[in-house]
């Protein structure tokens, strides 16, 4: 029997939406794309040619696609952190069930009545914690269930979020100033938050948290360096943040942040560059958000862990600590030895060298291709709570986060069902 297919609408239609239409379409047999909300015309056209629907229907805006009687099963909520909240719920009590961009919302009072309402209504919600369905995680996952590992003892995770990365999207961009959008270590890292909750298989019970902005400050910039790299800067030549790469080797940035980017002139980027955020010294911008954290972990089962966000590396990293063998896995193991994992038993010494039996391709290390492919099996379960990725699970990232970010202002260790009890 063919599964039945499932209708996906959007409201937001940026660069994660126009990712999961893409992919959506190419399972005609699993999902049929029927419309989508968007400010920009630009944007609306776009999502309808990834629909491959004659039929897609367009709307301007979040209130003229929820006027509408239901018009798919799923709703594809991707606009602004600050917007989730509402866009969702308001999807939620329509009749929807979701498919949410992190962060859930931008302050945990709101996360948890978000879960409550999906409670109360009976409808399902997926958040796009997308390292869930890499094969890369996945695997990982698979280590741990076969006991090889032993008993999970700590655990070591890291973020390398990249130096051109942070000062575009947490220095120059939408997530640069935390009071319009959220915490560094939720607007980035509640994935990898997630990842370890999950891995772990065991509640967080308490967390500290140490970070800050040490580096994008005005103490820093280069002698002479004026507010804005259009500006004729001294140090452009060499610096690393110089906005006029935007014009060269970084240019594939522009196509989240600017509608023209495939067709503008370098003049006319220019010209934007003279007056949008982007444009903007790196060291002379109004923001928040840290450039380095690190969280330490209390899990009920009574494995430890750390967590460490860091600007200034690429890519993730992963250590298990079992009483049986330790795990090295993520991209410094992939640059030094030249595989993607390797457990070494504590009784023999021994090295096992292993690859992923499928090479990751697509966005996120394949997760956004993952997460498109199992949405369907997930949204077909007959209750929330049978889901693999539930939003109550989703949640427990989102309570570490908040938690992690109240730790590091106040430098005070948190009970995190304290943190719960407080926010409600």
């Known amino acids: 029997m063919n599964p039945k297919r499932l209708r996906l609408a959007a409201i937001g239609c940026g660069s994660r939406t126009f990712i999961y239409f893409e992919l959506a379409a190419q ?175 065991s509640p967080c019970e308490a967390l500290g948290s140490f970070g800050g902005i040490l580096h994008f400050r005005p103490e820093q910039a280069p002698a002479g360096a004026p507010a804005r790299c259009t500006d004729g800067c001294p140090a452009g030549e060499t610096c690393l943040y110089n906005a006029h790469r935007y014009l060269t080797d970084q240019k594939r940035w522009l196509d989240v942040i600017y509608d023209r980017a495939a067709t503008a002139t370098d003049a006319e980027i220019l010209a934007w560059l003279g007056t949008s955020p982007w444009g903007r010294c790196v060291y002379r911008c109004d923001n928040t958000a840290v450039d380095h954290q690190t969280v330490n972990l209390s899990f009920a089962s009574g494995a430890t862990g750390t967590f460490t966000m860091t600007a200034f590396s690429q890519g993730r990293d992963l250590a298990i600590f079992g009483t049986k063998a330790r795990l090295l896995a993520g991209e410094r193991v992939k640059r030094t030895a030249g595989c993607d994992f390797v457990i070494e038993d504590h009784a023999t010494h021994t090295l096992q060298r292993s690859d992923l039996a499928v090479e990751a391709s697509g966005g996120h290390g394949g997760g956004d291709a993952g997460l498109v492919q199992m949405l369907h099996a997930e949204m077909s379960k007959a209750r929330a709570a049978d889901m693999e990725s539930s939003l109550e699970k989703s949640v427990e990232s989102h309570v570490m986060g908040f938690a992690a970010e109240e730790s590091r202002r106040t430098g005070r260790t948190l009970r995190l069902d304290e943190v719960r009890a407080q926010s409600r």
């Open 27 to 201: 399972r005609p047999d699993l999902y049929e794309i029927v419309a989508a909300a968007d400010h920009t015309p630009a944007r609306r056209a776009k999502a309808r040619a990834l629909s491959q629907n004659p039929n897609f229907r367009e709307f301007t805006d979040d209130g003229a696609i929820l006027a509408e009687p239901q018009l798919a099963d799923i709703m594809i909520i991707a606009t602004q952190d600050a917007f989730h909240f509402a866009h969702a719920s308001a999807a939620l009590r329509r009749g929807y069930d979701l498919l949410l961009e992190k962060p859930i919302a931008t302050n945990l009072r709101d996360v948890l009545a978000l879960e409550q309402l999906a409670r109360e209504l009976g409808r399902k919600v997926l958040v796009c914690h997308v390292l869930r369905y890499t094969p890369f995680y996945r695997r990982v996952k698979e280590i741990i269930a076969s006991g090889v590992l032993g008993s999970i003892v700590s655990v070591e995770a890291t973020e390398g979020v990249e130096a051109w990365h942070q000062g575009h999207s947490f220095v120059r961009g939408h997530w640069s100033v935390m009071a319009k959008s959220t915490p560094m270590i939720i607007a980035k890292s509640c994935h990898d938050l997630d990842i370890l909750s999950w891995l772990v298989d």
